[in-house]
DNA sequence: CTGAAAGCGCTTACAG
DNA sequence: CTGAAAGCGCTTACAG
């Protein structure tokens, strides 16, 4: 941290390249394609003394300024070509106040153990499914994204991080509802695009996909195959989307004359999934159909079931929720209601860009609708 | 990409602002505690004015040079607090030439298809306790981690953002024999640690876990449990990791006595590991002893195992490679040889600093030693 | 211990 | 279409 030493390769060298520079194009040409460039930075000025013209012009050329001459620009780039010159992005960020980078920032409660937190974010279906689609869909536009995990512990640190410019906005996966961030990543004024409907009154773009609708589509499928029996894992109903299932589901069945609806609440992890199904299936053994409101927990769930002798979907169907690639790690593989996680994010990554480009854009919502998936589980 | 426009909040209001801050601190005090810093961003100079001193000294008392007098740097510090200033990262990355970010490069052979591919890598166990590990790490030092995920058909893409600067150094998850991407990092000259040893003999510093010896501890334990048919699931061997578990482990066998070890090559994933386990027992049923070298494709195995109608471990003992979490989701509870990732990944980047911090420093290898980790597979 | 000044490497009005 | 010049917001020798 305290020195202030170039990062690359030899920087000492620079001053004797600069001399060889001076006696003229030709030398350089040798130089550099003797010894492609590697470890050594070449400046905009070297450029544009190797290709006779002003450093503006190669300015231009670089950023694709249409009033070029195509002969010039040709020049340019063979002097770029030969130099193996790469823009220095600090220089460049310090005048267009760009950063061409942003920032995922995934918000979860407080945890009492770091690394297995970390551990954990870093190897959910779901976060990994958002981190893929966001990365696609950025990709194109040359933009990277930095992953921030974060719980209220250390919100000022990522605040501090928001403001300093290392980002030029946000995309905040925020799931619970008494979650700061959403506001004060709001009154930051950084453009930014959240992944559920905040739970504070917040004008905010966000995604999301229609919790209750998926819910409905998991109870129709468990009634349409002759469950009467019903049943629900449910999520953490201090998470909006968890509760949103549970009502949905809830909703459905009461709709279609089933009133008392036995449910336990899970955490969305595997091991929450096997023990609230142990408990469920023990207080009421006559179930015969069964929602879970993550596929992650379906999958502990499932073992629990059968673990306990109910074959599945024979004496008990089970609906998952999110078709992530757990969905696939289940035996007999899930029945699951598909929530489209990577268009989703790849969506809040292009929403993010419009409001980078156009600051004054009005905040909006994108709501995806989910399917049901059918394979073996019900 | 076009606009030149300020990325946060209300740029338009500066000039507005320097105007009210130009009649005297007090008003700046009065201004800025109604409206905390939100959304603007006050520069040096302002903070420096509000102080009375100069940006010099705000600049030392910021970076924590000690030669500031105390009375002047609570001063400072007041007018830090007060006008909510926070240091502009490029400005400052221009000339400390320091980014206070590295890059951690997984690098994976090609794929066929980009999304599936990026869903694999942030949702694979290995992956995400070297990122969990890299991260922890590196938050003291308040350095920043940017993911970046390629196979051969993007390695320019990478290189380029190497040489962009925008991070002081890589930490580079490589493990399959063909990549070329150690050697382009180390010709870039840019501080780097790679997480194997490379395949291509470069001077550059890894962290590695000491492969033979865990597959001896594998074998052992299979022997001293009574097992006597052996046979092994392997990691694929075009991957140094994959090919060292399979020799050591035939190598122990072999100082034991066991010459003919079946072996069938898995790919480290799931449903891999399942396949190969199908086929292994049915070319081998009297196998009484199973190493899988990972706990990933162990998960699978026993599945496939306990389709087979065999029990585990009395039918057949298992005995995994990793102690990832997905150990804890295999039933029964895997035995597995631990591999300590996260401190691994954290080593990398100790090592990494370190580089970053003296570029002359002599490339280094650190090498872990594995643990048996006995639960009920084995 | 502190300040004035130079400079990091770009982009972008502004002239021409 | 092109160039000279200003300026982005910092850090750091260099004097004092």
Request: negative net charge.
């Amino acid at each position: 941290m305290s020195t202030g030493a170039a990062s690359f390769g030899s920087g000492g060298t620079r001053g004797r390249e600069s001399a060889l520079r001076a006696s003229g194009p030709g030398a350089i040409t040798d130089r550099m394609s003797s010894r492609p460039a590697s470890g050594r930075h070449p400046t905009m000025d070297q450029v544009a003394e190797a290709a006779g013209v002003s450093r503006a012009t190669v300015s231009r050329v670089i950023n694709g300024a249409p009033s070029v001459d195509a002969k010039i620009r040709e020049m340019v780039q063979r002097a770029i070509a030969e130099t193996g010159y790469v823009p220095n992005v600090a220089a460049r960020s310090l005048v267009t106040r760009r950063s061409n980078s942003v920032a995922l920032v995934i918000s979860e409660p407080d945890r009492p153990d770091n690394n297995s937190f970390l551990n954990r974010i870093f190897t959910d279906p779901y976060f990994g499914r958002i981190t893929a689609g966001a990365t696609t869909a950025l990709r194109p536009h040359d933009i990277h994204l930095v992953v921030i995990p974060t719980d209220s512990t250390d919100h000022h640190q990522v605040i501090r991080y928001l403001r300093q410019g290392h980002v030029d906005g946000v995309l905040l996966i925020s799931s619970h509802e008494q979650d700061t961030l959403p506001r004060q990543v709001h009154e930051l004024g950084i453009p930014a695009v959240v992944s559920a409907r905040p739970t504070s009154p917040i004008a905010v773009s966000f995604v999301d996909v229609d919790q209750r609708l998926g819910a409905r589509l998991a109870a129709e499928r468990l009634l349409s195959r002759g469950c009467r029996r019903l049943a629900t894992i449910s999520g953490p109903l201090d998470i909006p989307s968890g509760l949103d299932r549970l009502d949905g589901y809830r909703a459905y069945l009461a709709e279609h004359g089933f009133d008392a609806v036995p449910s336990v609440e899970g955490d969305f992890t595997r091991a929450g999934g096997e023990a609230a199904a142990r408990r469920l299936l023990t207080e009421h053994p006559e179930v015969d159909g069964l929602f879970v409101a993550s596929d992650l927990m379906a999958e502990g769930a499932l073992r629990a079931v059968q673990d306990l002798g109910r074959r599945v979907p024979d004496d008990l169907a089970v609906v998952g929720f999110d078709d992530s690639s757990a969905a696939l790690d289940c035996r007999p593989l899930l029945t699951t209601v598909r929530q489209p996680v990577e268009e989703m994010a790849a969506e809040m990554a292009e929403v993010l860009l419009a409001h980078i480009a156009a600051p004054g854009r009005l905040p909006r919502s994108v709501t995806f609708q989910p399917t049901l998936v059918v394979r073996d589980s019900a």
